[in-house]
């Protein structure tokens, strides 16, 4: 997972890749510590997806920019528009049921 120091050209990124994940958290929150290697890890299953991490604490116009208002929030993009949102208590299997659907739609393949 990348992290994200700039906003800029995470648009682009969206409108260039079939399947985006973005994760936001931030530094104080021990959940969005323990769900980063957790999703790290999850995603290694799925090589086709391109993921962000950003850190909203290190950049606030992302939270206004991107409508997230708690954190660990994860937004799943699918050729380019929002597919997946799931913030506070996000249960890994459900968000890679959904992730998996969308993959195996776009790849033909499954984890």
């Not at 931030?26 to 769900?35: E, F, K, Y």
């Not at 991490?53 to 050729?79: N, R």
């Amino acid at each position: 997972m990348v992290k994200i120091i700039d906003i800029e050209n995470i648009e682009q990124i969206i409108k260039e890749n079939d399947i985006v994940l973005l994760y936001f958290s931030t530094q104080d929150c021990g959940i969005c510590t323990s769900l980063l290697p957790k999703l790290e890890e999850m995603l290694a299953n799925y090589p086709k997806i391109k993921s962000f991490h950003i850190p909203i604490d290190e950049i606030p116009l992302a939270s206004g920019k991107f409508s997230v208002f708690t954190v660990p929030t994860v937004i799943v993009y699918v050729d380019g528009k929002e597919a997946i949102r799931e913030a506070r208590f996000i249960s890994m299997d459900t968000l890679e049921e959904k992730i998996s659907k969308y993959y195996s739609f776009f790849f033909g393949e499954t984890a």
